[in-house]
C-alpha cells in the first residue's frame, strides 16, 4: 500500500515572513492529517526559516532544486549536503521550468539525483511531455527518455527512496488539468517502465504523483486512480484553504 504524498511547489513566491505565516497556517489545518505524507518546498532563502516553523510537525521540507558538487567553484549553486543540513527532506529535480529556462537535460537530472542520493535527500524527479509531444503521439516516447537518462545507473535499492512526478508540461500553470484518464495511462506507462526496469515489487511501491492544475476541485478523482499516489501541486499551494483541501482530498 502507497502512502500518498502532496507536495507544494511554491516556485518563485512568497518572501520569509509570508512562508512563515502560511506554514503557521498550514500546521494548524492539517496537524490531523497522519495517512498522507506533506511537504512543501519554498524558495532558498525562506528554507532555514521554514524548517524551523515546521519542526515537530508533520510537515516536510523540500528545495526546489540542487547541484550535484558538493564543494568548489560554482557560483549561485547549492549542494545536497547544505539542504540536508538545514532540514530538508525532499528536492524537486528536472521539473519543466528548470529544463526550459534552465538547460537542464536527463544527464544534468541523473547526475542530481545521484548527488541527492548520496546525501539522504529524497528526489522528486519530475518527467513529462508538452503540448505538441502530446499531439504527435509522443507522450510515451517522451516518458521514457525522461526515465532512462534520468533513472540511468540507479539501483533498485535507491530507486524505492525516489518519488516520480508525471508533469504534462500542458497542465502545468494553465488551469488545464489532464483528465484522470490521461493520467492514469501515464501513471501506468511509468509504473510499467519500472517494472521492466527493475521488478514488480520496486513497481509496485514507488509513488507516483501527478501534477498540473491540481485544485480541490479534481483531487478527488485523480487520486481515485490506480497509479496516482498523491501530486505535486504549484499554484493551488501557495493557499492554506487550497493546499489542505488538496492534502485532506488525497487521502484513499
Ligand atoms: C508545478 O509547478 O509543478 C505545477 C504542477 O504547477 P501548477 O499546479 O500551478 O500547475
Redesign the pocket.
Known sequence: MRKPIIAG?W?LNKNIKETVELLEALKKELADIKDVDIAVCPVFTSLVDAAKAIEGSNIKLGAQNVYWEDSGAYTGEIAPAMLKEIGCTYV?IG???RRTYFGESNETVNKKIKAALVHGLLPIM?IGERLEEREQGKTFAVLEDHLQGGLEGISADDMLKIII?Y?PVW????GKTATPQQAQEAHKYIRDFLKKKYNEDIAAAVRIQY????KPANISELMAQEDLDGA??????LKVDSFSQIVKGARK
Open positions: 511547489n516556485k524537486i521539473h519543466s521550468e519530475c512526478a508533469e497542465a502545468i500553470g494553465t501534477g498540473g492544475s491540481v505535486l501541486v504549484g499554484g493551488a499551494s
